[in-house]
């Protein structure tokens, strides 16, 4: 997926904050592949994101049965009625998280409430941290996947000393 015009300038304006980039673009430089993985990287020391698709058999392997078993009907109910006629749901959606802590609410939910909570998170790329939006310490996703080569040979035109 190719980054829009304005985000090739974003990426362009970020790649200048990063003096450990500089060898690859500076003077002859033109290592587009190495500060295209310096962007794709994910690690543990980058903020979590809600994923945006959760499955249900993910979901299913970390829910706790004693408490689902002691949900009310209606709550049992609408924990289906999340999954009906899909493979899953999207949890970076704030009313899909709401149901999971409603649903599983109170102290006989806690667990699960607490793994589901933790399976709806990961850690994002360099890539895709520019781009989110914060919701408190948990970032939304705005663009989500690889930053591409193409995109970092639109956006080395932009950046000064290249």
Known sequence: ????????AVLAADIQTHPELEPF???EA???????NYYNEASPTLADCWKTFLSLLDVLNVVNWTEFIGRSQGERDAFRMMFMGTQGVNPSRSNIRQGF?????????????VALTALAKRKMTR???????????????TFEGLII???INAALPLVPGN
């Open 1 to 8: 997926m190719a980054l829009t015009p304005t985000q090739i």
């Open 30 to 36: 033109n290592d587009t592949i190495a500060i295209r």
């Open 101 to 113: 802590l409603d649903i599983f609410s109170g102290p006989g939910g806690a667990t699960t409430r």
């Open 127 to 141: 890539a895709e941290r520019l781009f989110a939006t914060n919701g408190s310490g948990v970032f939304t996703l």
């Open 149 to 151: 080569s193409e995109d």
């Open 25 to 27: 673009y500076l003077g």
